[in-house]
Nanobody, 123 residues
Framework: VQLQASGGGSVQPGGSLRLSCAGS????????IAWFRQAPGKEREGVSL????????SYADSVKGRFTISRDNAKNTLYLQMNSLKPEDTAVYYC?????????????????WGQGTLVTVSS
């Protein structure tokens, strides 16, 4: 079982990036899947989630209207489209998979984690 995150990089404020998270050894659609991020000196926080229970999506208030989570079942890949990026979005971004009841506020509810990809927003 493996999650491989990619797509990070450096971008100017107002720019866009799309992160990808490829799953192997299991089917992402069988899990609640999410993106988290951890900025330097801060705790890891939930960014966005797709629920296994009903397919609904949820977002942290700080990214609502700017980020979009999606999944391609055929490619077994999770995405995070990030638009209107701000310096405060700078962080290492992680993808994770967990049981249907996993939530963004309960990091420990997620079973599998990717290795992280760095996003830097700076002018």
């Amino acid at each position: 079982v493996q999650l491989q995150a990619s797509g990070g990089g450096s971008v100017q404020p107002g720019g866009s990036l799309r992160l990808s998270c490829a799953g192997s050894g299991f089917t992402l659609g069988d899990y609640t899947i999410a993106w988290f991020r951890q900025a330097p000196g801060k705790e890891r926080e939930g960014v966005s989630l797709i629920s296994r229970r009903d397919g609904s999506t949820s977002y942290a208030d700080s990214v609502k209207g700017r980020f979009t989570i999606s999944r391609d079942n055929a490619k077994n890949t999770l995405y995070l489209q990030m638009n209107s990026l701000k310096p405060e979005d700078t962080a290492v971004y992680y993808c994770a998979a967990g049981p249907p009841w996993a939530t963004l506020t309960r990091l420990n509810s997620f079973l599998y984690w990717g290795q992280g990809t760095l996003v830097t927003v700076s002018s």
